[in-house]
C-alpha cells in the first residue's frame, strides 16, 4: 500500500475549485476527492455522501470529540471538516486524496503532513470573482457579502501555499494544476 499524495486546493468562495477540479477528476487517472462533512444546509443538486456529508452541529461537535478530524474549521459561518477515515479511504484505494479546503484547513493538513501539495487557485480579480459568485446564483446577498470579506482574508494568504494558479481562463487553469500533480508524481517516482 502506497503513502497517498495529499493535494489541497484552496480558493475563495466563487474562485472555481469545483469548476476546475471538475475538469482535473476527469482527465487525471487515480484521484480521490476528499468528502468533507459540513453543517451547511445542501444547495439544490447535492447529495449527502456526495459532495458533503451534511450534518448537524451536535454531530459535527462529537466528531470533533473523538478526534476524527484531520482538520477542521468555522468557514463562513459553518463548520466544514475533513475526517481522518477519507484518508484511510485513499489509502486503501491506493489513490491521491484531493482535498478541497480553506485556507485554515490547509494550514492544518501542512501541519500534520508536511509533504502535502498545496495550491492556491485565485481568480483574475475580486470584481470577477464577485461576478462569478452573483452569477452562480447559489448564495443570499447576505452569504455573499460573507463570501466577499472573507475572500479578501484569504488573498492575503495566498502565499502559503507552494503553488498559485490564476483561474481566469479555464482551461489554462486546469492544464496548470494537472501539471503540477505530474511534476509531484515526477519527484516522487526518482
Ligand atoms: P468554488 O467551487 O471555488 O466556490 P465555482 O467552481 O462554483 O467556485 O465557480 C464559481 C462560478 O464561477 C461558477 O458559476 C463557475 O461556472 C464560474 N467559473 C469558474 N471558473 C471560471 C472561469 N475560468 N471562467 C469563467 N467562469 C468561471
Ligand atoms: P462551500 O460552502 O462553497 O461548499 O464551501 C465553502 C468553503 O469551505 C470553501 O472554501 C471550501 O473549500 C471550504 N471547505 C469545504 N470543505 C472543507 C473542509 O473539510 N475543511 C475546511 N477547512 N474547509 C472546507
Request: hydrophobic fraction near 40%; avoid cysteine.
Amino acid at each position: 500500500m502506497r503513502e497517498p499524495l495529499l493535494i489541497v486546493i484552496a480558493a475563495p468562495s466563487g474562485g472555481g475549485k469545483s469548476t476546475v477540479l471538475k475538469r482535473v477528476f476527469a482527465e487525471v487517472p487515480g484521484l480521490l476527492f476528499s468528502i468533507s462533512h459540513t453543517t451547511r444546509p445542501p444547495r439544490p443538486g447535492e447529495e449527502n455522501g456526495r459532495e458533503y456529508f451534511f450534518v448537524d452541529r451536535e454531530r459535527f461537535r462529537a466528531l470533533v470529540a473523538q478526534s476524527a478530524f484531520l482538520e477542521w474549521a468555522e468557514v463562513h459561518g459553518n463548520l466544514y471538516g475533513t475526517t481522518r477515515g477519507e484518508l484511510d479511504r485513499a489509502r486503501a484505494l491506493s489513490r491521491d486524496l484531493v482535498l478541497d479546503i480553506d485556507v485554515q484547513g490547509a494550514e492544518q493538513v501542512v501541519k500534520s503532513h508536511p509533504s502535502a501539495l498545496t495550491i492556491f487557485l485565485r481568480p483574475p480579480s475580486l470584481e470577477v470573482l464577485k461576478a462569478r459568485l452573483k452569477g452562480r446564483g447559489t448564495d443570499s446577498e447576505e452569504s455573499l457579502a460573507v463570501r466577499i470579506r472573507n475572500a479578501e482574508i484569504e488573498l492575503g494568504r495566498a502565499g502559503e501555499f507552494q503553488h498559485q494558479v490564476v483561474n481566469d481562463d479555464l482551461d489554462t487553469a486546469v492544464n496548470e494544476v494537472k501539471a503540477i500533480i505530474a511534476a509531484e508524481h515526477a519527484k516522487k517516482a526518482v
